[in-house]
């Protein structure tokens, strides 16, 4: 996995940490951070879509893959629109779990690149999920 991808990955991870922190600090209102958490979170969950997106059209595979890699755009897109929910957290968090499983067993890089692309998805998917729950337990 290139250094890069790593350090990208690891920056995404900011916004999910510091805003449920932001809150605790007294920096954030309540619902300034759960609104902001959950429009970073389904911004970012849109991005898992266009490596699908990207992936059907480099191997040429037109079918399911194309469609499934407009769901989670929508599914962002929803969460914005319904972002005064606290089940929208949850729908955010197992869409990014979903997605990490679609991504094992549908992208088609080579075997090498795929360990190590899904072993850094496991690990950002696993400090998102978390702070998902964190923000649910603050709101709750």
Sequence with gaps: ?????????????IPFIFLPIAYVANL???TQSALYFIQYSGVLLSFFGGVHWWDAMKA????TQMYV??????????SL?????VEVLGLL????????????????LPKVQIVSYISLRIALTTVVVL??????????
């Excluded at 996995?1 to 991870?13: D, E, F, N, R, T």
């Excluded at 040429?60 to 079918?63: E, L, R, S, V």
């Design 1 to 13: 996995m290139p250094y890069s991808a790593v350090v990208l990955g690891l920056a995404g991870l």
């Design 28 to 30: 954030l209102s309540l």
């Design 60 to 63: 040429q595979k037109f079918g």
């Design 69 to 78: 890699a407009m769901l989670p755009t929508i599914v962002g897109w929803l």
């Design 81 to 85: 629109v319904f972002s005064h929910r």
């Design 93 to 108: 968090s197992l869409s990014y779990v979903g997605i990490l499983m679609y991504d094992k067993f549908t992208l088609s």
């Design 131 to 140: 702070s998902h729950a964190w923000m649910i337990y603050l709101i709750t």
